[in-house]
C-alpha cells in the first residue's frame, strides 16, 4: 500500500491562469470538492513559507469529530506556474505531516496538472489513529474538475493580491 495518490488531468488552460487559482486562498475553497473548505483569509502566495488560514468543517466528511476550525496552508514547495506544494498546520498536536500540490507541465492540448495527497511522513500518532488517506482519490478527480472550470472562467484575481 502506499501513502501517496496521484491523479492527473488535461485542463484546456495556459498554467499561468490555474496557478492563479493555486495561489489565491480563495481559489482553494472554490475548488474543494470535499466540502471541508468554507472560506479563506490571507493574501495571494509567492513563495515558499507563505501562509494563509482556513477556515474548516470536518462534519462535510462525517469520519472524524472535530466540527468546524481553523488551520494554516504552509506553503512548502513553490515554482511559479509549475509546482505548489503545501502542508497544514493546526491546533492538534503532534502537527500531522501530510502534504497536498499541484505539478503543472504545458502540453499541446493546455496544462497537464497532477494534483498529489502525500502522507508517507505523518507522525507515527496519526498513522496509528488509521484515519489516512483522509482524502480519497475520487474526491482529488473531483476537485480537478472543478479546477478545470474554474481555470477556464477566467477564476477572478483576489483584487487586493494582484
Same mark, same amino acid.
Given at each position: 500500500?502506499?501513502?501517496?495518490?496521484?491523479?492527473?488531468?488535461?485542463?484546456?488552460?495556459?498554467?499561468?491562469?490555474?496557478?492563479? @487559482?493555486?495561489?489565491?486562498?480563495?481559489?482553494?475553497?472554490?475548488?474543494?470538492? %470535499?466540502?471541508?473548505?468554507?472560506?479563506?483569509?490571507?493574501?495571494?502566495?509567492?513563495?515558499?513559507?507563505?501562509?494563509?488560514?482556513?477556515?474548516?468543517?470536518?462534519?462535510?466528511? /462525517?469520519?472524524?469529530?472535530?466540527?468546524?476550525?481553523?488551520?494554516? @496552508?504552509?506553503?512548502?514547495?513553490?515554482?511559479?506556474?509549475?509546482?505548489?506544494? +503545501?502542508?497544514?498546520?493546526?491546533?492538534?498536536?503532534?502537527?500531522?505531516?501530510?502534504?497536498?500540490?499541484?505539478?503543472?507541465?504545458? %502540453?499541446?492540448?493546455?496544462?497537464? @496538472?497532477?494534483?498529489?495527497?502525500? +502522507?508517507?511522513?505523518?507522525?507515527?500518532? +496519526?498513522?496509528?489513529?488509521?484515519?489516512?488517506?483522509v482524502i480519497s482519490e475520487s474526491a482529488l478527480r473531483a476537485?480537478?474538475?472543478?479546477?478545470?472550470?474554474?481555470?477556464?472562467?477566467?477564476?477572478?484575481?483576489?483584487?487586493? /493580491?494582484?
Open positions: 500500500m502506499t501513502d501517496r495518490i496521484e491523479v492527473q488531468r488535461t485542463i484546456d488552460a495556459p498554467a499561468s491562469d490555474i496557478f492563479a @487559482v493555486l495561489t489565491d486562498p480563495q481559489g482553494h475553497v472554490a475548488i474543494d470538492a %470535499t466540502g471541508m473548505l468554507q472560506d479563506a483569509e490571507g493574501d495571494r502566495v509567492r513563495a515558499a513559507g507563505d501562509t494563509f488560514v482556513v477556515h474548516m468543517d470536518r462534519e462535510a466528511l /462525517n469520519d472524524f469529530p472535530m466540527g468546524k476550525y481553523d488551520v494554516t @496552508v504552509s506553503i512548502r514547495d513553490f515554482e511559479q506556474d509549475a509546482l505548489i506544494s +503545501w502542508t497544514i498546520l493546526g491546533r492538534i498536536r503532534p502537527q500531522i505531516g501530510h502534504v497536498y500540490g499541484y505539478r503543472l507541465q504545458p %502540453t499541446a492540448d493546455g496544462t497537464l @496538472v497532477t494534483s498529489f495527497y502525500d +502522507w508517507s511522513d505523518i507522525d507515527q500518532h +496519526w498513522r496509528d489513529a488509521g484515519i489516512f488517506p476537485t480537478l474538475g472543478i479546477l478545470d472550470r474554474t481555470a477556464k472562467r477566467g477564476y477572478p484575481r483576489s483584487s487586493t /493580491n494582484g
